[in-house]
């Protein structure tokens, strides 16, 4: 299968930004699809052969015309959080954009495509609206019976830079003084750094041997949310009580927070947190991929102000030999 244009859905994002550097290093030429061009002009334009269109995505005539001269998709589109709690923006966001990239690509004869997806996702069995249609999204991709080769990545929380993990709780801490209830202190997180999920992406997007695989993602080591949010107030030299809320307050204090603009916890994110995002077998492992851990990345970031300071050591951290 020769691949040389490649159609981003989400690009524009956390993760997006980091992939299209390192597909723009391997010579790919990138189409990134975006709802609004000029607010996503950041230093995506400046990289050669990518071309930011603006484009709407649920509008299948629209994505069909953008993916005609593509060889290949990869999907980087995901909500944590919707208006409402009916599960209908997780289904829209999800589901509904998998089907549309699915129906184009039949439609354009395109035979590959990467989905970016999550710890436990299951159409069945997950915990959340989060969970259950990116599991959805998953299936309806995997299942596919026209010749379509789907490789699903599903990371456990992702830390880098610009992530909103680490940074969301550390603007959080700064704000609260002294004491920091946190509810779902217990959950088990294996954050994995953003370009070791870039690399198995490029990685894999030319190996057959990927065809099919659902790739679980995680760090070296799990820690309880609790341990992160504390090492997060040691980084940032902040002394802060962390005071862990019960199963029941945690849940009272989602369903109060789903009527907080932006939504910081919601019940929805309280329902994900239920399951511990960890890995039974990390397959960064099936490219020779050694993870970064929390500890050597995090600081870099928290503690420096500027992105541009610390850009070219995050571009060569991508590499692999």
Avoid: W
Avoid at 56 to 63: A, F, G, K
Avoid at 120 to 135: F, T
Avoid at 145 to 161: A, E, K, L, W, Y
Avoid at 265 to 292: G, H, M, R, W
């Amino acid at each position: 299968m020769l691949i040389k244009r490649i159609a981003i859905l989400g690009g524009s994002g956390f993760v997006g930004r980091s992939l299209c550097n390192r597909l723009s290093e391997e010579g790919y030429e990138l189409k990134v699809l975006t709802r609004n061009r000029e607010y996503n002009r950041n230093d995506l334009i400046l990289l050669p052969k990518l071309h930011l269109i603006e484009a709407d995505i649920h509008d299948i005539e629209q994505l069909s015309f953008q993916l005609s001269d593509c060889d290949a998709a990869i999907n980087l589109i995901g909500i944590l959080n919707e208006k409402g709690n009916s599960g209908k923006g997780f289904h829209k966001a999800h589901v509904e954009v998998a089907q549309n990239l699915l129906t184009a690509c039949k439609e354009n004869g395109i035979r590959r495509i990467l989905q970016m997806s999550a710890l436990n996702a299951d159409a069945e069995n997950g915990k959340s609206h989060y969970l259950k249609s990116k599991g959805e999204a998953e299936d309806l991709l995997h299942d596919n019976d026209d010749g379509i080769h789907v490789t699903s990545f599903r990371p456990s929380v992702i830390f880098g830079r610009e992530d909103s993990f680490f940074n969301r709780f550390a603007k959080l801490l700064k704000l609260t003084p002294a004491i920091f209830p946190l509810a779902c202190h217990n959950s088990q997180f294996a954050p994995v750094f953003v370009l070791d999920v870039v690399e198995i992406m490029v990685c894999s997007l030319m190996d057959p041997k990927s065809y099919g695989k659902r790739f679980q993602l995680c760090g070296p080591k799990a820690y309880t949310l609790k341990e992160l949010v504390e090492y997060t107030a040691k980084v940032l030299g902040l002394k802060r009580k962390i005071i862990p809320l019960n199963d029941m307050i945690s849940r009272i204090q989602a369903a109060m927070f789903d009527f907080i603009p932006g939504k910081p916890f919601s019940t929805d994110n309280y329902l994900s947190a239920q399951t511990d995002s960890v890995c039974d077998e990390n397959d960064l492992a099936v490219y020779d991929i050694d993870p970064k851990t929390v500890e050597s990345i995090v600081p870099t970031y928290l503690t420096y102000s500027s992105y541009r300071s610390h850009y070219t050591d995050y571009r060569s951290e991508a590499r692999r030999n």
